[in-house]
């Protein structure tokens, strides 16, 4: 169980378009998930936490009118990378907090931007 | 302020036995995770410590001392799958995950 799927696994764009990613917990309900980032032989970096209902929350120094979140129902939060620039290039990776516990997170696969 | 360190990058052997160490400073604690990392993948779980002591799991083990901020995993029989990025992260008082830098495993025939 808890199991997390992103879409699309990797993306490439053209800059100045907008980007998508979908998350979604499959076999449970995520009251809460999480966006990070990572850049190559980084760590990650949580961008946002995102509440199914409500305003996202986002860490300090990441734009929120231009990494959109929306997190409309239980299974499923979105990110929109608004007028993607090649700086955006990156691994943006969701988790979603599990059923059983206030803080383990389960993660999704994954989604690789590439912007031309 | 936030503090969780790990060594960059180790070298091992196949077959051998390797302690990846990560000591923290955080404010607050409710438990240390470590994940692992494939490259280009997201981070899978190890293992979950919140009580001082060794957690064993198979050829993975885990140690923390609350005390010391302190804590380690342990693998052991190092099979050349092993080589990874082991990502340990902090549970806060607010219950969000901190992240370390994560230590680069190299695992060498």
């Known amino acids: 169980g808890a199991v997390v799927s992103q879409h699309p696994s990797w993306v490439i764009c053209k800059s100045g378009t907008s980007v998508k990613i979908e998350c979604r917990s499959l076999?449970?309900?995520?009251?809460?998930m999480f966006w990070y980032r990572q850049f190559p032989k980084q760590s990650l970096m949580l961008m946002a936490t995102s509440n199914e209902g409500s305003k996202a929350t986002y860490e300090q120094g990441v734009e929120k009118d231009k990494f959109l979140i929306n997190h409309a129902s239980l299974t499923l939060s979105t990110l929109t990378v608004t007028s993607a620039h090649p700086e955006d290039s990156s691994f943006y990776i969701c988790s979603a907090r599990g059923p059983f516990s206030s803080y383990e997170q389960y993660f999704g696969p994954g989604t690789r931007l590439t912007v031309t | 302020g936030q503090n969780i360190d790990q060594p960059t990058e180790m070298t091992a052997t196949e077959g051998a036995i390797v302690q990846i160490n990560c000591t923290y400073q955080?404010?607050?604690?409710?438990?240390l995770f470590w994940y692992q990392q494939h490259a280009g993948e997201a981070p899978t779980f190890l293992s979950y410590?919140?009580l001082d002591g060794l957690e064993e799991k198979g050829r993975f083990s885990s140690f923390l001392s609350r005390s010391k901020g302190y804590s380690y995993l342990l693998l052991k029989e190092l099979q050349m799958k092993d080589s990874a990025s082991y990502l340990c992260?902090?549970?806060?008082?607010?219950?969000?995950?901190?992240w370390g830098a994560g230590t680069k495993l190299i695992i060498k025939p």
């Open positions: 076999d449970f309900q995520a009251t809460t």
């Open positions: 410590n919140v």
């Open positions: 955080t404010s607050g604690f409710n438990g």
């Open positions: 992260a902090i549970v806060d008082s607010n219950y969000q995950l901190i």
